[in-house]
């Protein structure tokens, strides 16, 4: 979780430094979270709490996957 915070905000801070035209494409990508709209502090941490909850998510499911996976092999053996 703590890795897809620092990538947010690496991602934040680095929009401002971006050229307009690529801006453009950076801006939309970041909308796709939902709630998220620019220049609104609120929603900025809305994402990064939407992002952590995501992240935690994903991190039971893989976690669960490869122990399910260990238990299989051990049960053929």
Do not use: D, Q
């Not at 494409?25 to 929603?43: D, I, K, M, Y």
């Amino acid at each position: 979780m703590l890795g897809i915070k620092v990538l947010y905000v690496l991602c934040l801070v680095y929009e401002f430094f971006l050229p307009e035209k690529g801006r453009e494409l950076h801006r939309a990508l970041f909308e796709l979270l939902p709630g998220f709209v620019w220049e609104n502090v609120l929603s900025m941490m809305w994402g990064a709490v939407f992002l952590g909850i995501a992240a935690w998510i994903t991190g039971c499911y893989l976690a669960w996957m490869y122990n399910t996976s260990l238990i299989s092999r051990e049960t053929i053996n």
